[in-house]
């Protein structure tokens, strides 16, 4: 529950930043509509479907207290299951709609519709943080309320660097060993790779092997067979929570002993329950 109030607390503040940004186009208008794509039964839903009740919460809390101006909004939620054609066409369904603005998911998805959601300068607020989407030359009316992936991802090397490296018994004795574990093909979990590793060499880190850990992933004792003998001293995580916390227990079964740091997506409440004593 605590976890549910941040999200309606967030999302209702982004809420009034993104009806401000579209106000001239819902001028006159009965009710404001708002899109919403959401991932509820996809690769992402261990984690898409509390986000997607926070904005059914938000909405309600919103329309209860006045709304936005004395107008409701009418939101258009849909479950898109992470798939990218589905979520072009939901794109387009928002559009006949005459939805004002749209809140977005995923990476893929979303990185695909950029270039649309700027030709039609729609305000397109997505729950992903990618790099990708943070030039305002190229992606003017795409939003996001965190740090972006890359940023998290060097902001977490740097933090382990400065903070735990020191306390290790190799410290200046040799390079801090770090491998990165995340599913491949996946847009979102591939996103931030490119800018950690220039991180890691920037501070002088001796980079594993990857470990592709698919985001369905509930056994993955074969990818930390595969690091034993690279023997990392941390592993940078950036799946979501399901897959983490496999990757997780299998590091903590296997007794790979790497501490383990992991981009946001990849932890909350349900982490800890998932991943038992690993988690500690």
């Given at each position: 529950?605590?976890?549910?109030?941040?999200?309606?607390?967030?999302?209702?503040?982004?809420?009034?930043?993104?009806?401000?940004?579209?106000?001239?186009s819902m001028?006159?208008?009965?009710?404001?509509?708002?899109?919403?794509?959401?991932?509820?039964?996809?690769?992402?839903?261990?984690?898409?479907?509390?986000?997607?009740?926070?904005?059914?919460?938000?909405?309600?809390?919103?329309?209860?207290?006045?709304?936005?101006?004395?107008?409701?909004?009418?939101?258009?939620?849909?479950?898109?299951?992470?798939?990218?054609?589905?979520?072009?066409?939901?794109?387009?369904?928002?559009?006949?709609?005459?939805?004002?603005?749209?809140?977005?998911?995923?990476?893929?998805?979303?990185?695909?519709?950029?270039?649309?959601?700027?030709?039609?300068?729609?305000?397109?607020?997505?729950?992903?943080?990618?790099?990708?989407?943070?030039?305002?030359?190229?992606?003017?009316?795409?939003?996001?309320?965190?740090?972006?992936?890359?940023?998290?991802?060097?902001?977490?090397?740097?933090?382990?660097?400065?903070?735990?490296?020191?306390?290790?018994?190799?410290?200046?004795?040799?390079k801090p060993?770090?491998?990165?574990?995340?599913?491949?093909?996946?847009?979102?979990?591939?996103?931030?790779?490119?800018?950690?590793?220039?991180?890691?060499?920037?501070?002088?880190?001796?980079?594993?092997?990857?470990?592709?850990?698919?985001?369905?992933?509930?056994?993955?004792?074969?990818?930390?067979?595969?690091?034993?003998?690279?023997?990392?001293?941390?592993?940078?995580?950036?799946?979501?929570?399901?897959?983490?916390?496999?990757?997780?227990?299998?590091?903590?079964?296997?007794?790979?002993?790497?501490?383990?740091i992991i981009?946001?997506?990849?932890?909350?409440?349900?982490?800890?329950?998932?991943?038992?004593?690993?988690?500690?």
């Amino acid at each position: 529950m605590f976890t549910r109030s941040i999200w309606s607390k967030l999302l209702t503040f982004i809420f009034a930043a993104m009806l401000i940004i579209g106000f001239s186009s819902m001028a006159g208008a009965a009710v404001i509509k708002v899109g919403s794509l959401n991932d509820m039964t996809g690769a992402t839903s261990d984690v898409g479907k509390d986000y997607a009740l926070g904005i059914a919460e938000a909405i309600h809390y919103v329309n209860d207290t006045g709304g936005i101006n004395g107008k409701k909004i009418k939101l258009y939620q849909f479950d898109y299951g992470y798939r990218i054609p589905e979520a072009l066409t939901k794109y387009n369904l928002f559009k006949r709609l005459k939805c004002v603005a749209i809140l977005g998911w995923g990476t893929g998805d979303t990185e695909a519709l950029s270039p649309t959601v700027k030709r039609d300068k729609i305000p397109y607020v997505s729950a992903s943080y990618s790099g990708h989407l943070c030039d305002p030359k190229k992606t003017p009316y795409n939003l996001f309320f965190s740090t972006d992936y890359s940023t998290q991802s060097r902001g977490l090397i740097t933090a382990w660097y400065r903070k735990k490296w020191p306390t290790k018994p190799d410290y200046n004795k040799r390079k801090p060993r770090i491998a990165m574990c995340y599913m491949f093909a996946s847009p979102f979990s591939s996103a931030s790779i490119k800018a950690a590793k220039d991180q890691a060499k920037l501070l002088g880190f001796e980079i594993g092997p990857d470990q592709d850990v698919s985001l369905f992933a509930i056994d993955t004792k074969s990818q930390i067979l595969a690091l034993k003998e690279f023997k990392p001293d941390v592993l940078l995580h950036t799946n979501t929570v399901m897959s983490v916390a496999a990757t997780l227990r299998d590091s903590y079964a296997l007794e790979l002993g790497a501490d383990n740091i992991i981009k946001c997506w990849g932890y909350d409440e349900n982490l800890p329950k998932l991943a038992g004593k690993a988690a500690i």
